[in-house]
Every structure is written in structure tokens, then in C-alpha cells.
């Protein structure tokens, strides 16, 4: 009888944790999307913009971990150079991040 009653608290501990992992899912990934659906994030971006990488890798985090088909568009609405240069590096190595300038150098 005691080997029954531990196989019910371990089943019982996995599904629980199963509830709980589902419900932290859904919380912090709210966003559903269709299955023929794509999203695009277009980031109007003026100035210093000091948290435009964690930005990025944030909505980079939500694509990846969500399975969210999505592009990231970085708009240059009159970046500064440091800004710029950030977006520069971020849309070098990552698929899916394009920056959008429409400055003529």
C-alpha cells in the first residue's frame, strides 16, 4: 500500500508542476498567434534610445520562446550615432532584425 501512495504523490507532484509551468508559460507569453499569421515589431526609434538592445533581444526572447513567426524592424526617426550604431550591430548577425534608415550620408 505505501509503494501505491508514493506513485500518487509523485504523479500528483508532476502534474501540479506541469499545471504550473503551463500557467508561467501563458503569463509571461500572453501573445498567441494564428498559424498562418505573422507579427511585425516596428520600433520607431528618436535619439540616445538607451534601451533599444534590450529591447530587441527582449522581443528576439518572445520569438524564439513563444515559436512567434515575427520580423523586427528598427526605424531610424533621428537616431543619434551611438543609437544608430547599436542597430547597426543588431540587425549584423541576426535574422529577422532589419533597421530601416532613412538618412541620406
Known amino acids: 500500500m505505501r509503494l501505491m501512495e508514493l506513485i500518487g504523490i509523485i504523479v500528483?507532484?508532476?502534474v501540479i508542476?506541469?499545471?504550473f509551468i503551463t500557467l508561467y508559460q501563458r503569463l509571461i507569453m500572453p501573445l498567441r498567434i494564428g498559424k498562418?499569421?505573422?507579427l511585425d515589431a516596428v520600433l520607431?526609434?528618436?535619439?540616445?534610445?538607451?534601451?533599444?538592445?534590450?529591447?530587441?533581444?527582449n522581443l528576439l526572447?518572445?520569438?524564439?520562446?513563444?515559436?512567434i513567426k515575427m520580423d523586427i524592424y528598427i526605424m531610424d526617426d533621428g537616431m543619434s550615432e551611438s543609437a544608430r550604431k547599436t542597430a547597426e550591430l543588431l540587425t549584423r548577425?541576426?535574422?529577422?532584425?532589419?533597421?530601416?534608415?532613412c538618412r541620406e550620408d
Open 17 to 19: 508542476q506541469f499545471a
Open 61 to 67: 526572447y518572445m520569438k524564439k520562446s513563444g515559436g
Open 44 to 57: 520607431h526609434v528618436t535619439g540616445d534610445a538607451p534601451e533599444l538592445e534590450v529591447t530587441v533581444k
Open 36 to 38: 498562418n499569421t505573422s
Open 93 to 101: 548577425d541576426t535574422a529577422g532584425v532589419v533597421f530601416v534608415s
Open 12 to 14: 500528483l507532484i508532476f
